[in-house]
């Protein structure tokens, strides 16, 4: 069961989740990816208007923007959550860490893939944007209020604006 995988993950990396089922109804990082699957489901079934108004119904009860389009992976925690803006063509792999204020945002107009690609066990800090179509390696960790533009490799550490590697 997928959706008690997504609840445990939030327990084991919120040390203010007591129980799993506080999870489950209390948490509005995990509502937001429920109301993703389901305007997810209608996306891809070329019903974009139900997808956009389930997304909507999510965000205002979440304050989490997810666009029915954007791609993500299993166990995905979002910590705090308000203020997070995910966009169309983000991707988003397994075991990922988003903070509150974070943007995956594009940089063009243009019906292409314009959002970012995270890998797997990406940690995106508090306020973090990362615009256009970057790749994020794995097991990346991004500082609060860094500005990444650009590729990431697998296993670095980046703050800044614009980001850099900090990894020593």
């Not at 203010?16 to 079934?45: M, N, Q």
Request: net charge positive; aromatic share 8%.
């Amino acid at each position: 069961m997928r959706w008690l995988d997504t609840a445990r993950a939030y327990k084991k990396r919120d040390p203010a989740a007591r129980t799993v089922l506080e999870v489950i109804l209390l948490y509005p990082g995990y509502h937001a990816v429920a109301f993703h699957k389901i305007s997810r489901f209608f996306y891809k079934c070329h019903l974009y208007f139900i997808a956009r108004m389930v997304s909507q119904w999510g965000r205002f009860f979440t304050q989490i923007e997810i666009h029915p389009g954007a791609t993500i992976g299993r166990r995905l925690v979002i910590d705090h959550g308000g203020g997070i803006v995910i966009g169309e063509t983000a991707v988003i792999g397994d075991d990922c860490l988003i903070y509150h204020g974070v943007t995956l945002g594009g940089s063009s107009l243009d019906h292409v893939k314009r959002h970012p690609t995270l890998g797997n066990n990406v940690m995106v800090g508090a306020g973090a944007k990362l615009i256009g179509s970057i790749v994020i390696g794995n097991n990346v960790k991004i500082g609060a209020n860094a500005v990444v533009t650009k590729d990431i490799v697998d296993d670095d550490v980046v703050a800044g604006v614009p980001a850099k590697s900090i990894k020593r």
